[in-house]
């Protein structure tokens, strides 16, 4: 009840003295009291009544009214009966402190105003349980069979006026208003007006959610996002806690990180109990649709473990492609034709016993011999868990995937990794792509190849950036990529170099032009980062590697094997989450991990350190400008109308760097040096 309706009601004889604009607070109880301090009786919420006995002196005022204040009391009530009118100063510290403060006639009884709260209180109690209870009972009956957690997210919405979410443990928008034909593809950071939250709020939330499960503190979890306060229910698997991995179920660390989330976008730190258990009971009905989809997944399981024994046993192309086949209708409903496919790799390592370096990377992978007892322990059950939910997100896919959200992908494991079969559909490209490429998958079909621009004569221009951000993009076959896929190179002279035509290092029947579409390492690494590397911090790291995209069963061995590599190659660089795609397969970049580091700190110091230190001293920029010289492959006029320079200026420069290095930036070898040196440091 409202402190309002108390005044309203004349038969309690109550007078307000001060805090007009304070009478729409919520009254949950009432206490009778004259101790000087009556705080340990307190609980927050209620209607003081007193008679003032305790008040020997004006300042007793002001010290009664603080500790009121200070417990959370709603309201005080004086007495008039033994002091006759309520003290002025006792007025001036309610005012003060915005206490709200009635005069009680002397013909009112304490115990009529006591009565009438406690009946009125518990009458409002007795109402709200019981529609507590009621919207239980509509939650159930709108499960999982009368329209998932979209029908309970309605429900919350309409009857609660709360706005909620369901997330992966990667920010993927399960379900939650604006969630249909969601493809993650804003670039706001808060919620639209259709009501779904950016991917930068879905990844923050989910990262805040594994970071709060990893250390242990028990839910729900407050975050601010957004401007806003946002509420973090996990959302428990419906085994019992420490059951295992059974029934294609993760275990505990694999179901923290392949998990859900209930998002509430409001404060509940001061909910009642009965509405924080309707939250509560909302994640458990959110459990049962999550456990009947990873059921729903037993099949293609199934079909992604066979295809792979297939594979790895050498098997005939006619019995693999015979399987492939019966494969398509289960991933592929509805679309004719035979579809081409992608391999993706995937391994979980937890490394007990032994800390990891500040990077992320456990210390043996850098080339360092750990301990025995400290090696990796790898969890292809988690790794796989984990494909099946990063490889449901439009985000990766590049658009929507099916009203499910997993038809289309397969995974299986072995023990130690896990691997996805994953299906695209075949489809029209845009004409400016060469006629060798003119069949690409429909996935991603907006980061189709970009036909390559006039330039200065042969001056190729070059794919990408470099890992550490220094390096620049010469032109090379295949380097379109990024070490950990950190990146997209300087527009706009990045991304033209390998765009048409068979390329030799993809597996037979690999498909032409097929390096930017399908799953791409580069954005797989960007939407899980973020998330995955709060889940993972203490001791656990996630590696992936990307296959290029194939249209034969014969190409799927190869496929297979690319997609290994590329891992293996993922795994050696530092960070908690890594990725490594085909391309860099076929470039230096598969190289440069495995270089050791006195090794790389020796060959950077002997060409950098000299321009470094004569920048230090004349600020002359000569490493920028070497960075950008050979990211313009060369070409002096594009070089200097990228760094806003005169030619003869950029010739000056580059001279200077010649002259404190000994090189000679004419010669290939000399330029290769210095890009290999601006890569590793």
């Not at 204040?69 to 009118?85: I, P, S, W």
């Not at 993650?184 to 594994?210: F, I, K, N, Q, V």
């Not at 029209?428 to 190849?449: L, N």
């Amino acid at each position: 009840m409202r402190l309002r309706a108390l005044l309203e009601n004349g038969s309690l004889g109550l007078r307000l003295l001060s805090g007009e604009d304070e009478l729409d607070r919520t009254v949950r109880g009432v206490m009778t009291t004259d101790l000087r301090d009556p705080s340990r009786y307190l609980s927050g919420g209620e209607l003081v009544l007193s008679g003032l006995a305790w008040r020997r002196e004006p300042a007793d005022s002001e010290r009664f009214v603080r500790i009121l204040v200070r417990a959370g009391v709603t309201g005080l009530a004086a007495g008039e009966a033994e002091l006759g009118a309520v003290p002025e100063d006792l007025v001036a510290a309610c005012g003060r402190h915005r206490l709200p403060l009635f005069a009680v006639s002397e013909d009112v009884a304490f115990a009529a105003i006591t009565e009438h709260v406690v009946r009125q209180v518990s009458g409002e109690r007795a109402g709200d349980l019981a529609a507590v209870v009621e919207r239980h009972r509509r939650l159930m009956t709108s499960g999982p069979a009368g329209g998932g957690p979209d029908a309970v997210l309605d429900l919350l919405g309409s009857d609660l006026d709360l706005r909620a979410w369901v997330l992966s443990s990667t920010g993927r928008l399960v379900a939650g208003p604006g969630a249909a034909g969601h493809d993650g593809s804003s670039g706001r950071t808060g919620t639209d007006p259709g009501g779904a939250p950016s991917p930068e709020l879905c990844s923050a939330l989910a990262g805040e959610h594994l970071a709060a499960e990893r250390a242990g503190r028990r839910g729900p979890h407050r975050f601010a996002a957004a401007g806003r306060v946002h509420t973090l229910f996990p959302v428990r698997d419906t085994a019992a806690p420490g059951s295992g991995e059974t029934d294609g179920a993760p275990g505990a660390r694999g179901s923290l990180l392949s998990g859900w989330l209930l998002a509430v976008e409001a404060d509940t730190a001061d909910w009642p109990a009965e509405r924080l258990d309707l939250l509560h009971g909302v994640t458990q009905l959110i459990a049962v649709e999550r456990e009947r989809r990873r059921a729903a997944r037993a099949v293609r399981r199934r079909l992604a473990q066979e295809v792979l024994e297939l594979v790895q046993s050498g098997a005939p192309p006619s019995e693999v492609a015979a399987r492939l086949r019966m494969a398509a209708p289960v991933l592929l409903p509805g679309t004719g034709g035979a579809p081409h496919w992608q391999i993706v790799v995937a391994s979980t390592e937890w490394s007990p016993g032994r800390a990891a370096d500040r990077s992320g990377a456990p210390s043996a992978g850098r080339g360092e011999a750990g301990p025995p007892s400290a090696a990796p322990r790898a969890d292809g059950r988690t790794a796989q868990a984990l494909l099946e939910e990063i490889l449901t997100d439009p985000r990766v896919t590049g658009g929507p995937v099916g009203a499910d959200g997993a038809e289309r992908v397969a995974v299986a494991h072995t023990g130690d990794e896990a691997v996805a079969l994953v299906p695209l559909t075949a489809g029209p490209v845009p004409p400016s792509t060469p006629s060798a490429a003119r069949e690409v998958p429909a996935f991603a079909a907006d980061t189709g190849p970009v036909p390559a621009r006039p330039g200065d004569g042969a001056e190729a221009s070059g794919a990408g950036a470099g890992a550490s951000g220094a390096g620049a993009g010469t032109a090379r076959a295949g380097a379109a990529g990024t070490a950990g896929g950190s990146g997209a190179g300087d527009a706009p002279d990045s991304g033209h170099a390998a765009e048409a035509g068979e390329r030799a290092d993809s597996p037979a029947g690999a498909e032409p032009g097929g390096a930017d579409h399908g799953v791409r390492a580069e954005r797989l690494l960007d939407v899980v980062r973020e998330p995955l590397t709060r889940g993972l911090d203490g001791g656990g790291r996630f590696t992936l590697g990307v296959s290029a995209v194939v249209h034969s069963p014969e190409a799927l061995r190869g496929a297979l094997e690319e997609a290994r590599h590329a891992r293996r190659v993922a795994a050696a660089r530092p960070g908690r989450v890594t990725a490594a795609g085909h391309h860099e397969l076929a470039s230096h970049v598969l190289l440069l991990p495995f270089v050791p580091d006195d090794v790389r700190r020796a060959f950077t110091a002997r060409l950098l350190e000299p321009l470094r230190d004569y920048d230090a001293r004349h600020r002359a920029e000569l490493v920028p400008t070497l960075e950008a010289f050979l990211d313009s492959d060369g070409s002096w006029t594009r070089c200097a109308a990228r760094l806003h320079l005169h030619v003869n200026t950029l010739r000056y420069r580059m001279g200077r760097i010649e002259q404190l290095t000994g090189r000679d930036l004419a010669r290939l070898e000399d330029k290769l040096d210095f890009f290999l040196a601006l890569r590793m440091s």
